[in-house]
């Protein structure tokens, strides 16, 4: 189902780069009114100016996401990339529905690098990523097969001298029902190419759905599960070369002198590549390579950052939130209400770093040569891999070519293009195609991390126990300030404050502040909901901890404070509902609940532990009520849910990365801990229906466990956990 080649002809920007040249960045749809409750769009589609551009000699191709053959193969081309997630199948599903096709006459091939066809609209870049690829794709890519229906509709009406109102779409061809004539779409391609683009289309009502909101197969799962499914790891162009590295042990060190003669003494190593701040052992396979590594000799200089450790950075944050910072949003006046406020809570919350940890490490094959170069990789990014790989190779981007390809996990890692700069320098000094494996050590110890954060939290409550005042000051870095610096402004940046702004509830003195501080010594990046994962774990928990000092339930507090938030409302009654809140649970059980709106989307959730005598924490039971607006794919918000609640709670339990000497002590699974199978609770998830716009996925989930699972571990224990992850010898207790 997936056009996945290692020369595949998505991979070659050809008739799509050049036409893009030609083009400037355009708005990609402009809403309007029109009749008959549909949305009527005005066209500014890549391709669609004009005529539409021929997909061959007998083919069409209205726009840059949809191509048809004269044979009648209908070519989606993906925008954003598949990593597990189900966009493979829930992008095709919103081109179809408008299109006329179904999902089993569809191919699908990943989009090349370019911004200007590709780019989120959210985001103005070609990423995946944010939980914004159905949000960016929700009209786009509907009107992108509506576009092209028309024309086909058009080309039957023309060669049948018919009103095309008289035609209709269906199941890939043209039906002219009051005369029984009927034509393929792959008929109708060469006459379709040649037909003006209309000016305006009108959309499905959404109760004309066909496809949208119902339970839908995932085209890639039969090439995952008969082995044919292509990942960067999976790449092998004729003659490649395996290399892996060893990199600076301190970030920021450099390679001081490296012993490679036993290395090259080993069967199958072909040569040692030294680098500033690395050394790369290229062999025949992987297992040469890594014994060519385990045999260099290697001393490193440390660099400024020899002696840093984890203390040293939580500290410097700790000193930062000692000061004033960027307000982020201020309603009222928190300091004359907590003046007058009957009680006081004061908090300090702390997260950790922590690493991607993706199924598939991290991987990227080069073939450089002096008059181009080629990249096969997975990436979240890849029209900046692209931009990345030209400025290391020394070459102009139009001679790079760069192949995506099925990703074995994400997590906002493979937004970065650290992996393919490392691996154009090693092709520098190797002849012929060479692919750069990093071992399950490099990609923990090298990882690019979740910031830590530190928070200083103070609220104010009345006579009654509701909240009067609410004063968040917190401190770490932004990573949106180095991956997208003109979105940070005036010393704040959307990701660092969702989830600590714009809150559900009915606060009527409201106070956030940030401090960007960036720790030395360690890169940071996006992870697996960002600025929500530390956010709502804080807002969530402190929330907790008013309703404790209220004397009130957890459930009853937070709904009182909901009444202008009738979607939340609905989602955190529907959890507790279904979650069975406030029937009697074993000794040493408890229920925890959180609910958050980001990513655009309301989610409750109730945690169900168990703390063990020895501390020991068992999830055992989430429930899940989502309000993600009009869902695509029922089964894909379930799968996400489930996947990142089991993401959130390793996290919880597990989660850390610290630092000793300037070196990260993790190395493997042993020692940063995934969730076990037999660890995983019960998860059930309760979807709230409506035509909403939609929301994320993604990401949701992961956020809104953390401070479920901790509230319902001081339910079980009386204990509050205000640092993640999880201290089980902290909540040890007596016989």
């Not at 997260?351 to 598939?360: N, Q, S």
């Not at 404070?561 to 529907?574: I, N």
Request: aromatic share 6%; charged share 20%; with cysteine.
């Amino acid at each position: 189902m997936i056009l996945d080649r290692i020369d595949s002809p998505a991979a070659h920007p050809g008739r799509l780069s050049a036409l893009a040249n030609s083009i400037s960045r355009r708005r990609f749809l402009q809403v309007g009114a029109a009749a008959g409750g549909g949305l009527m769009l005005s066209l500014s589609l890549p391709f669609a100016n004009g005529e539409a551009e021929a997909a061959g000699a007998d083919g069409f191709a209205p726009n840059a996401f949809i191509r048809i053959g004269g044979d009648g193969q209908i070519v989606l081309i993906m925008p954003y990339v598949e990593m597990g997630q189900g966009t493979y199948t829930s992008i095709p599903m919103l081109i179809a529905e408008e299109l006329e096709v179904d999902l089993k006459q569809v191919r699908l091939e990943h989009a090349p690098p370019d911004e200007k066809l590709y780019a989120n609209p959210l985001l103005g870049v070609q990423a995946t990523g944010n939980s914004n690829a159905i949000r960016g794709a929700w009209q786009p890519l509907r009107q992108a097969g509506a576009v092209a229906r028309t024309m086909l509709v058009a080309a039957a009406a023309s060669r049948w001298n018919v009103d095309p109102a008289s035609c209709r779409a269906q199941s890939g061809e043209v039906l002219h029902p009051s005369t029984g004539r009927r034509i393929t779409y792959g008929a109708l391609a060469a006459d379709a190419a040649r037909m003006p683009v209309p000016e305006s289309v009108v959309l499905k009502r959404p109760e004309d759905f066909k496809f949208i909101g119902t339970p839908a197969k995932r085209l890639d799962t039969p090439a995952k599960v008969n082995g044919t499914a292509v990942y960067g790891i999976d790449v092998r162009p004729p003659g490649v070369k395996i290399a892996t590295l060893a990199q600076s042990p301190v970030f920021g060190g450099r390679l001081k002198s490296v012993d490679d003669t036993a290395a090259k003494a080993v069967n199958g190593v072909r040569q040692i590549v030294r680098l500033d701040d690395a050394v790369a052992v290229v062999a025949d396979h992987m297992g040469a390579a890594k014994k060519g590594l385990a045999a260099l000799v290697i001393e490193w200089d440390g660099g400024p950052h020899a002696k840093l450790g984890t203390d040293d950075i939580a500290s410097e944050l700790e000193q930062a939130t000692l000061k004033p910072g960027a307000v982020a949003q201020n309603i009222g006046n928190v300091d004359e209400a907590m003046a007058s406020a009957v009680t006081k809570v004061e908090a300090i919350y702390q997260v950790p770093f922590l690493a991607h940890a993706t199924m598939e490490p991290m991987n990227c094959t080069v073939h450089l040569r002096k008059d181009g170069c080629e990249v096969w990789v997975g990436n979240q990014a890849l029209a900046r891999a692209q931009a990345a790989a030209a400025k290391t190779a020394g070459l102009p981007l139009e001679k790079v070519v760069v192949h995506n390809h099925l990703i074995g996990g994400g997590f906002g890692r493979r937004l970065e293009i650290d992996g393919v700069v490392r691996a154009v320098e090693i092709a520098k000094h190797v002849d012929g195609p060479v692919k750069v494996v990093w071992t399950r050590e490099e990609d923990i110890q090298h990882d690019m991390y979740r910031p830590y954060f530190f928070d200083r939290m103070s609220a104010g409550l009345d006579e009654k126990g509701n909240p009067v005042a609410w004063n968040h000051r917190y401190a770490g870095s932004s990573i949106v300030a180095r991956w997208l610096p003109p979105a940070f402004n005036k010393g704040l940046d959307p990701d660092t404050t969702e989830g600590a702004i714009d809150l559900t509830y009915a606060l009527p003195n409201f106070h956030v502040e940030y401090l960007r501080v960036e720790p030395p010594g360690i890169p940071t990046a996006f992870w697996r909901s960002v600025g929500p994962s530390h956010n709502v774990f804080v807002t969530e928990s402190f929330m907790d901890e008013l309703a404790a000092a209220a004397k009130q339930d957890a459930v009853a507090y937070r709904l009182a404070l909901l009444d202008k938030a009738p979607r939340a409302k609905a989602v955190l009654e529907l959890a507790a509902q279904k979650a069975g809140w406030g029937q009697p649970l074993p000794k040493g059980s408890g229920r925890g609940v959180s609910l958050q709106h980001v990513f655009a989307t309301y989610m409750a959730m109730v945690a169900e532990v168990e703390v063990a005598k020895d501390g020991a924490v068992r999830v055992r039971r989430v429930v899940c009520a989502v309000d993600c607006g009009t869902v695509v794919n029922p089964d894909t918000v379930q799968a996400q849910i489930q996947s990142a609640i089991m993401f959130g709670i390793t996290a919880a339990l597990y989660g850390e990365i610290t630092l000793k000497n300037g070196r990260v002590e993790q190395t493997n699974f042993d020692s940063y801990q995934i969730l076990r199978m037999n660890e995983a609770p019960a998860v059930e998830v309760h979807i709230v229906q409506n035509f909403e716009p939609p929301g994320g996925m993604g990401e949701a989930g992961t956020s809104a466990i953390v401070p479920a699972v901790a509230n319902a571990i001081f339910a079980a224990t009386g204990k509050r956990l205000r640092k993640m992850p999880v201290d089980a010898p902290a909540l040890k207790r007596s016989a």
